[in-house]
């Protein structure tokens, strides 16, 4: 990882609603108490209050993010919310996302940051990417990342931009995918509340609220079938959220069916349809208000922030223990698998030697569609360990560092990806057998 993740100390997460994993205390965020180990920022809770009232104009609020902003056009949903109730101040919106996006990628790109400056905007909302802008993978499983810097220097800089245009920020705190460890959730609670305390902006907590939700015996599925993004009843529940935020008033009672026009996969708005975006009983849309309100006014009785403790480390593959062969030991053919991409792959690694110099030659191949990726040997040296590194021109590209322990009739180790051109990380395992 380019900003600081260390070779084996960066964090995942501490629960923030549930429990604390690795080993902590367990603790709970919800009607009660909370044990020692989760502490309160008492400060004084963000409000629309903040904001001069005015009436005769609607609040104005533009909405920066990805898909998991624009799936069943959040912006409008919530609007059409405020339309139902009574508040003075009903609710205009702008969207600026596409698919995939950070904040870092929106700062490149430029147009956040013109709609920010042609406002003028009440507030903006702030949505990183689901991973927090950055990569990281173990054993070709990705992780939300666990160092949250990446995505906190983008965020400072949007701040300062909507800070100046005289609006307020609103970070909008997501949710975790589906059938993840609740660390992952944890993950970003930490990132988006360590983040927002220190701007002193307001924060959405939808991903605490999802996490509510999905506590219940509810048949309500939040997710769509990629376990990511929001289906049309999660959504709803972010949109009660942002009322609940915005208007410091219950969702409880407005409208569980709403139309509107619907946005493609791509974030592309069509104006010529109208669609029904969420339908919900009575009793399932009651559900989803009651849990936003309840989740936004324990946040604000607790001054507007959760702190939570630094997350403890994930567990990474290591080196096992081997002694060191003989140059006989290692010519040939090795085959077998490695987990460093995103998915398994078979590895062929080809070692001769020629004079004092080794040749050697790796494959790693997926089958199917994918290409194989034939990275180019950089360098090569047997010590107690192999190691060597090979400049990856295939998937996810970088520095490849593989490192493994002769066991006699096999070679395990552990891969490494070493990217200079951004937030990346990977490390996985692979384990060859001599071929005869």
Known sequence: MKESFQKRGFILAAMVTLMLVAGASSMVFGRGSLTSSLAFHRRPPKTVQALAPQKDQPLRVLFIGNSLTYYNNLPHLLEQLASSSDVPRKLRTRLVGFGGATLHSHWERGEALKAIREGPWDYVVLQEQSALGAVCMVNGTRWITPDPEFFHQYARLFDKEITRSGAKTIFFLTWARKDTPP?????????????????????????????????????????????????????????????????????????????????????????????????????????????????????????????????????????????????????????????????????????????????????????GKQKDIVPTITSFEVSDTVTFFADSKGSNGGIVKFQAAFRGKSLSGIAEIIRKDGPFYAIGTWELKRQR
Not at 233 to 262: D, H, Q
Not at 290 to 309: D, F, K, M, N, V
Not at 324 to 336: R, T, Y
């Open 183 to 367: 660390r992952e959730q944890a993950t970003l609670t930490y990132a988006y509340m360590k983040i927002a305390g220190e701007l002193q902006a307001i924060v959405a907590p939808v991903g605490i609220a999802w996490q509510e939700a999905r506590t219940g015996e509810s048949e309500l599925s939040l997710y769509l079938e990629d376990g990511s993004h929001p289906s049309s009843s999660g959504s709803y529940l972010a949109a009660c959220v942002f009322y609940s935020v915005l208007y410091e008033k219950s969702p409880l009672g407005l409208s569980a069916r709403i139309t509107g026009n619907p946005i493609d996969d791509r974030g592309v708005i069509d104006p010529k349809k109208t669609a029904v975006l969420v339908d919900l009983s009575e009793t399932d849309a009651g559900r989803l208000q009651r849990i936003a309100w309840q989740t936004q006014r324990r946040l604000t009785a607790a001054g507007g922030y959760i702190e939570t403790p630094k997350p403890p480390p994930p567990r990474l593959p290591t080196l096992p223990t081997g002694h060191k062969p003989a140059i006989a030991d290692l010519e040939g053919l090795w085959k077998g698998r490695i987990k460093l991409y995103q998915q398994p792959g078979t590895m062929e690694l080809r070692l001769n030697r020629l004079g004092e110099v080794w040749k050697a030659e790796v494959r790693i191949s997926f089958g």
